[in-house]
């Protein structure tokens, strides 16, 4: 068990449907990412943010956003989804970045299927 | 480009028989690396990491790997593997230079299955 959370574990939803995934970080860890698993494109990283700052993009989605709270859980919003959106996704936290033994712990994953 | 390669997907090994997983990578400097391990229907696993110093590196479950620079590898391996660690296997680097954006870039995974 990594201590990183993530609800719902299965998700199973319509196309044009919007979701919320959320994840809880390790206990101290101020950075959050997110990263989609899917068959075609592999492991992609979404975003992070740290301390509840966005902290780097990467290929994520304008349908896609999401946030960091003060108590620095994360939720992952995904809007007008498309089957192509079926995909696992993971949150990872870490203690912050830039330390030089910063390592990224990685939650069980939200597998969502869009039918 | 930038880039992290696994250059096999799938592997099938015996159980008890030594194991080797490939790892390269392409970048102007030496990046921090990283194995993950993904058991099936579960989350990405760490299994050890390399910054910098002692190019052997111990993980958990008996496994190790071995950064060479000269060849830009960092290539996993186990002496004796065991049927429960049928998995898939992801190299992941960090750039050091990328200040402002410590994503991880994963290669394409490989699958590793055991026979027995």
Redesign the interface.
Known sequence: DSGVTQTPKHLITATGQRVTLRCSPRSGDLSVYWYQQSLDQGLQFLIQYYNGEERAKGNILERFSAQQFPDLHSELNLSSLELGDSALYFCASSLHPRSSTDTQYFGPGTRLTVL | AQSVTQPDIHITVSEGASLELRCNYSYGATPYL?W?VQSPG?????LL?Y??GDTLVQGIKGFEAEFKRSQSSFNLRKPSVHWSDAAEY?C?VVPQSN????????G??TRLTIIP
Do not use: H, W
């Open positions: 990283f993950y579960q989350g990405l696993q760490l990491k910054f910098s992801f992941a200040f402002g954006n410590e994503k991880l870039t994963f394409t995974g």
